[in-house]
């Protein structure tokens, strides 16, 4: 994999229930370009239905769809199951993120890729991050709330995936979204201005290279001349 492929992406991530869509969705607003690996996993899924239909039985899938939430009841409660999945979507997703990745490369400027599993697996090299972060406790009661479950099921699909204390801790980046909407917004206009900075730096650095790589081919004809 080239070195080359996310050199200006930044990995956005969190916990489930935590808010990434909201904050995906505020980049957009701004002009960045993103790639969504949930999107991709759920087209993916329905592409794959008759796989899955195989892999967990016919009752996971109607009329060519992949009946998600029921699907995930055996995913998330049964490791083997969930190794399953992961082996069949993970390559695929992998390969279409590097799919778009190419492309929003091309025009040099920072994009995000919404991984929720990117501190799990790990799968890639892209060097800088941005956790969206709730409390524990918060991001249950969110997660009752949003898929109608009861306290059990939420701690269980939240056990799933790294404590999102540990990956507050492992990122560049935090954008705290444990309180109202307007806090977010002012968490994420903090996190803008980092961005900027970066961006211009990036121009910069970029113009530099290009005036001395004209230089020195300057210099080069001066002596063969």
């Not at 920072?110 to 941005?130: A, Q």
């Not at 109202?180 to 994420?188: C, D, P, V």
């Amino acid at each position: 994999m080239s070195n080359d492929l996310f050199k200006n992406a930044i990995a956005l991530t969190g916990g489930i229930s935590t808010g990434k869509s909201t904050v995906c969705n505020l980049f957009k607003l701004h002009g960045f370009l993103t790639i969504d690996a949930d999107v991709i996993a759920h087209k993916l899924l329905d592409e794959n239905s008759n796989k899955i239909a195989t892999m967990f039985g016919e009752q996971y899938v109607e009329n060519g769809k992949v009946l998600r939430k029921e699907l995930g009841k055996i995913i998330f409660s049964n490791e083997q199951n969930k190794l399953k999945l992961e082996a069949l979507l993970h390559p695929l997703i992998k390969n279409q993120i590097i799919k778009e990745s190419k492309i929003f490369e091309e025009q040099n400027k920072p994009y995000f890729v919404d991984i929720p599993l990117f501190f799990e697996k790990m799968h890639y090299p892209i060097s800088k991050s941005l956790v969206i972060y709730t409390p524990k406790d918060l991001q249950i009661q969110r997660l009752m709330k949003r898929d109608n479950i009861d306290e059990s099921e939420a701690k269980l699909k939240i056990s799933n995936q790294m404590n999102i204390e540990e990956k507050k801790k492992l990122a560049d980046m935090v954008i705290d979204n444990s309180k109202n909407l307007k806090h977010l917004q002012e968490e994420f206009h903090q996190v803008m201005l980092i961005l900027n900075g970066y961006f211009i730096i990036v121009t910069v650095v970029t113009r530099l290279c290009v005036e001395m790589r004209q230089e020195q081919f300057l210099t080069m004809l001066l002596q063969i001349t």
